[in-house]
């Protein structure tokens, strides 16, 4: 497999925000293929879908909070549906309007699980989507924090998440991410109690604020940024094969992962 596009060895990213981070720790070569090749990425139908729901999310709790109501979400979603067709990611899906529509519902449906799990009236909203771009020793550092909100001990971090609740085993690699937010947070002198994952179509996970576990998430980023930077440095992104290999969108770029999509699920179509 060759690189399409060859950055000078010293090249370092802008930043690591936890998606890229994630994306190294799962296949360096699918890292290198998206941010060193720069090969397109489309979103897939539930990030489109994940994108969506964040922004009526959005629209609604930086509303007054006596008008967050299921119809000031509906309104705002109908709104945001008008100018989907402008978009994009949602255009690459292709999707025909019988899919459309149950795009929609989908995207609905998550935002009445919302209202069943929270009331948004009572969400004491400091900000929403804020951009944090800070050095975390001394790794440059980006998220976009879904929600800041002042909770009755001190401020709480949310994100929220469209797909379904992790098992068990996963939960802790989840909450690295928030973890990383109280760590930016604090960069900027504010001072998180508590974080929340909250899964919009099952529950939330909380927890309160864990100076270890924000140690390790941060000693975690570091790391991945060292050997990032190290993969540059070298010019060696070995690929790492397993079951994701037959959603990676750069198949047709790494054998490897081709001959481990169709060990796993048959030829492709
Ligand atoms: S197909 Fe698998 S091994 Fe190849 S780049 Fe994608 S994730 Fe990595």
Same mark, same amino acid.
């Given at each position: ?112 699980? #919302? ?10 909203? !400091?900000?929403?989507?804020? @951009?944090? /771009?800070? $050095?975390? =020793? ?100 070995? #690929? ?10 750069? !198949?047709?770029?790494?054998? @490897?992962? /081709?001959? $481990?999509? =169709? ?7």
């Amino acid at each position: 497999m060759t690189s399409v596009v060859s950055e000078s060895p010293s090249f370092r990213p802008r930043h690591l925000s936890p998606s890229s981070a994630s994306t190294f720790r799962q296949c360096p070569r699918r890292w290198q293929l998206r941010y060193i090749d720069k090969l397109p990425d489309p979103k897939g139908e539930a990030a489109v879908l994940g994108t969506f729901v964040h922004e009526i999310l959005e629209h609604l709790l930086t509303l007054q909070s006596d008008r967050r109501s299921i119809d000031a979400a509906k309104k705002i979603a109908r709104d945001l549906w008008d100018q989907m067709p402008d978009d994009e990611d949602f255009q690459a899906l292709c999707l025909n309007d019988d899919d459309a529509k149950g795009f929609m519902w989908k995207a609905w449906r998550l935002i009445e699980h #919302y209202f069943a799990i929270e009331d948004p009236t009572r969400v004491d909203v !400091l900000r929403a989507e804020q @951009e944090l /771009a800070v $050095e975390i =020793e001394g790794v440059p550092f980006f998220g976009i924090v879904d929600l800041t909100e002042q909770v009755s001990d001190g401020i709480r971090v949310v994100d929220y998440k469209t797909g379904k609740t992790p098992n068990s085993r996963f939960v802790d690699d989840k909450l690295s991410q928030v973890w990383l937010y109280a760590a930016a947070l604090a960069e900027q002198e504010v001072e998180v109690s508590e974080v929340r994952l909250m899964y919009l179509s099952s529950g939330s996970i909380d927890r309160s604020i864990d100076a270890r576990a924000v140690t390790k998430a941060v000693s975690s980023h570091r790391q991945t940024w060292d050997d990032l930077c190290q993969a540059i440095d070298t010019q060696k992104f070995p #690929y790492k094969t397993g079951p994701l290999c037959n959603w990676c969108p750069y !198949l047709d770029h790494c054998p @490897e992962g /081709a001959l $481990e999509a =169709e060990r796993r699920y048959g030829p492709r179509k």
